[in-house]
């Protein structure tokens, strides 16, 4: 159901592991999101801490958090990704927060 609103593109830039210098090494890949959504909102990082988002979208790749979003020629880091289910259960998306 959610295909339907997949129409607008980004480059994801999936964390794939680390360089020797500690810097994050990417693999990137064109994928399709629910439009840009800016607007503040608090959402919780990785380790649990409150940080401020300053933008959200919505797509089906197993997005995770220290991932990259490509918008506007900038790379957004992902601050959360919180998959979400219809009510049977079934995993339709990911909400993304930036």
Known sequence: MIENYLNETTIWKRVTGLNEYGEPVTESKEIKIVPWKGGHKLVRDAQGREVVSVARTKCVE????????????????????NPCSFFNGVRSHREVAL
């Open 62 to 81: 197993p997005v995770q958090v220290g991932d990259l979003l490509q918008y506007e020629g900038r790379d957004w880091p992902v601050l959360a990704s």
